[in-house]
């Protein structure tokens, strides 16, 4: 998927991506897996607060799911493209894990429970994560199931370091 079918995409969906949606985006074959991404009303509207919503770095940033989840590099050390582990114990704390877990997976936001339910799962088995391009951060969940997994994005950091 190149940048203008990522755009053209993202403005077929956007009147689909109300306050409580969860839309399927677009599906990958990456590292011997299925990777199926999906958009949340939640990650419009923190986007459009950012004024980030179809920018070329968010577009930029989405292409990169098509790199896949790859479990021997779970845990980037920075300056790679892809998706990557958001690791409760990291320390120093950053922004990213503020926004995932103090303000979303933990607080509990509603939001939760209309992915648990979009998926069929719990959200103690989701992997939090980050989805990584040079220009901004993407933050999400991952379900593994099988030979498939599914990220389901609900959140942006643009903070670089």
Aim: charged share 30%.
């Amino acid at each position: 998927m190149d940048l203008a079918e990522v755009k053209a995409k993202l403005a077929e969906l956007d009147a689909a991506i109300t306050d409580t949606a969860v839309v399927s985006f677009a599906a990958f074959d990456a590292r011997g897996r299925r990777l199926c991404l999906y958009l949340t009303g939640r990650l419009k509207r923190q986007c459009r607060k950012g004024k980030v919503w179809g920018a070329p770095g968010m577009l930029s940033t989405l292409k990169n799911a098509a790199y896949g989840f790859d479990t021997e590099s779970a845990r980037s050390r920075g300056g790679s493209d892809g998706i990557f582990r958001i690791d409760r114990r990291f320390r120093p704390r950053n922004s990213m894990m503020a926004k995932l877990f103090d303000r979303f997976l933990d607080k509990p936001d509603p939001f939760v429970t209309i992915i648990e339910r979009e998926l069929g799962t719990s959200s103690d088995v989701w992997v939090p994560v980050r989805l990584v391009s040079h220009h901004m951060r993407l933050l999400g969940v991952l379900d593994r199931q099988g030979d498939t997994d599914r990220l389901v994005l609900v959140d942006y950091d643009d903070e670089k370091g």
